[in-house]
C-alpha cells in the first residue's frame, strides 16, 4: 500500500540528547514537510523539502535539523538546542504543479516526550 | 501572509443534529483550501479540499463545505451527526505556487452526544 510511515510510533528523549524521527513515503510525491502539534495550537511547520539535497526552514525551525538525500526519506533531528521538544510530530508529503491534487498526506505521527 | 481561524475550540452536537464548524481564513492569493479530521494518536485524513471551479464541495463521510471569497470562509457541514464524527478537526490554508505549504487553524473538537 502506498502511504507514508512514520517510526517510531512514541520516543522518549532524555534532557540534552539529539533525536531523529524518521519519515518513509513510497507515493513518489516531490515535496515533504515537517509539522509540530501542540494541543489548542494547530500544527506549525518546522521544514519543509521540494527537491532532493534542498529544503526550507518553516515558522518554527529552530532546534530542529533535517535532511533530503532521497526522494522518499525526509528525517527529522531534534536536537538539544530545542527546548521544549515534548510534542506529536507529523510528517507529510505532497505533489507539486498539479493544481487538483495540492493536498497533503501525514503520516501517523511520532509522539515524543522529555523525560 | 495566511492565517486561518477556526471559531470555537470544542462544538457539542447531538447525534442527529446538524454539524457546523466555521473557518474563516486570509490570503493574498486565490487559496486552496481544506478541511482535515484527526482521531487521538492519529494522522490526519483529508476530508474535502476546494481548488477550483464549483463552490460547494463534497467529501467523504457526507462532509461539505461551502467556499464564500466573499466572506474569506470555508465553513464546514453535515446535515446529522454520527457518534463516529467526534474527533478534531482542521481548517488549512494553502497558497497558490507556494509549494503547498499549509497553514492551519488551530482545531475543533467535536463532540456527539447520544
Known amino acids: 500500500d502506498g502511504g507514508i510511515t512514520q517510526s517510531p510510533k512514541y520516543l522518549f528523549r532524555k534532557e540534552g540528547q539529539n533525536v531523529t524521527l524518521s519519515c518513509e513515503q513510497n507515493?513518489?510525491?516531490?515535496?515533504m514537510y515537517w509539522y509540530r502539534q501542540d494541543p489548542g495550537q494547530g500544527l506549525r511547520l518546522i521544514y519543509y523539502?521540494?527537491?532532493?539535497?534542498?529544503?526550507q526552514k518553516g515558522d518554527i525551525a529552530e532546534g530542529y535539523s533535517v535532511s533530503r538525500e532521497k526522494k522518499e526519506s525526509f528525517p527529522l533531528t531534534v536536537t538539544s538546542a530545542q527546548k521544549n521538544p515534548t510534542a506529536f510530530y507529523l510528517c507529510?508529503?505532497?505533489?507539486?504543479?498539479?493544481?487538483?491534487?495540492?493536498?497533503?498526506?501525514f503520516g501517523q505521527g511520532t509522539r515524543l516526550t522529555v523525560v | 501572509a495566511q492565517s486561518v481561524t477556526q471559531l470555537g475550540s470544542h462544538v457539542s452536537v447531538s447525534e442527529g443534529a446538524l454539524v457546523l464548524l466555521r473557518c474563516n481564513y486570509s490570503?493574498?492569493?486565490?487559496?486552496?483550501l481544506f478541511w482535515y479530521v484527526q482521531y487521538p494518536n492519529q494522522g490526519l485524513q483529508l476530508l474535502l479540499k476546494y481548488t477550483t471551479g464549483a463552490t460547494l464541495v463534497k467529501g467523504i463521510n457526507g462532509f461539505e463545505a461551502e467556499f464564500k471569497k466573499s466572506e474569506t470562509s470555508f465553513h464546514l457541514t453535515k446535515p446529522s451527526a454520527h457518534m463516529s464524527d467526534a474527533a478534531e478537526y482542521f481548517c488549512a490554508v494553502s497558497e497558490r505556487g507556494y509549494g503547498n505549504k499549509l497553514v492551519f487553524g488551530a482545531g475543533t473538537i467535536l463532540r456527539v452526544k447520544s
Open positions: 523539502s521540494q527537491i532532493v539535497n534542498d529544503f
Open positions: 507515493l513518489n510525491h516531490d515535496a
Open positions: 507529510a508529503s505532497s505533489i507539486l504543479g498539479q493544481p487538483r491534487t495540492p493536498e497533503a498526506f
Open positions: 490570503s493574498s492569493v486565490p487559496p486552496y
